[in-house]
């Protein structure tokens, strides 16, 4: 079974800066072809962050992260990163890491072959 864990949440004053990551319970990693980060405030649906293509390295962000937040990955320690700066009030949400073995890495959170637990991430002014 394959399990994905985040890591790296916290509660930080606007302006700041946290990493998150994600790291695949089994040796599968190489096998993924999408990774992704979603986030879910409190009484929104979950939406995309950002994505990327693990083979080729190729990145897609949603508009209201654009400049602020950028998505990684480190082959060699399976581990899937977002780290976010500039951080606002409206950042605040749960943040989950999710990957899948093909399709359109551009597909909804509920599309993705596996997710994780999630992360929170609390942004105060």
């Known amino acids: 079974q394959v399990h994905l864990v985040e890591s790296g949440g916290g509660s930080v004053q606007a302006g700041g800066s946290l990493r998150l990551s994600c790291t695949a319970s089994?040796?599968?990693?190489?096998?993924?072809?999408?990774l992704g980060w979603f986030r879910q405030a409190p009484g929104k649906e979950r939406e995309g962050v950002a994505v990327?293509?693990?083979?080729?390295?190729?990145?897609q962000y949603r508009d209201p992260v654009k400049g602020r937040f950028t998505i990684s990955q480190d082959n060699s320690k399976s581990t899937l990163y977002l780290q976010m700066s500039s951080l606002k009030p409206e950042d605040t949400a749960m943040y989950y890491c999710?990957?899948?073995?093909?399709?359109?890495?551009?597909?909804?959170?509920?599309?993705?072959?596996?997710r994780g637990q999630g992360t929170q991430v609390t942004v105060f002014s």
């Open positions: 089994e040796d599968i990693y190489d096998n993924f072809y999408c």
């Open positions: 999710a990957a899948d073995l093909g399709g359109y890495c551009s597909k909804g959170p509920s599309e993705y072959q596996y």
């Open positions: 990327i293509y693990r083979g080729s390295g190729n990145t």
